[in-house]
């Protein structure tokens, strides 16, 4: 099979050219332990179906997205009664210490980074 000299459709001097997907991390706290549980909005996630472990570090595929800080627009229309609403992932994890359970509530969401040698 001969390369194709446009790597949109994956040859390059034959060989298959492997683009990473966006993955979204979220660091485990050091307190938290082994067995864990993770909810994403509050919805139970499977590891392997919903997300990877890597180390400390929960691995997932699909976007989540943290809302930004109140602007000035929006803080001026809640003022007056009228709610905005943007999308706020939510990712806890659930563990026990001695029987007692412990929450890890809304960790920090690391969005993808810009691949190198990409334009938008």
């Not at 412990?102 to 990409?118: M, S, W, Y």
Request: aromatic content about 10%; some cysteine; proline content about 8%.
């Amino acid at each position: 099979m001969t390369g194709s000299p446009d790597p949109r459709r994956g040859w390059e001097a034959g060989r298959v050219i492997i683009c990473a997907m966006p993955v979204w991390k979220v660091r485990l706290p050091p307190h938290v332990r082994d067995p864990y549980t993770v909810f994403v909005n509050g919805v139970r996630q499977r590891e392997g179906a919903d997300y990877e472990v890597r180390g400390r570090v929960l691995v997932v595929d699909r976007p989540l997205v943290k809302e930004r800080k109140l602007g000035l627009w929006r803080w001026f229309l809640g003022a007056w009664g009228i709610g905005t609403y943007g999308t706020n992932d939510q990712v806890d994890v659930a563990w026990e210490v001695n029987g007692a359970p412990r929450v890890a509530h809304a960790l920090e969401i690391e969005p993808p980074r810009e691949q190198a040698g990409t334009r938008e």
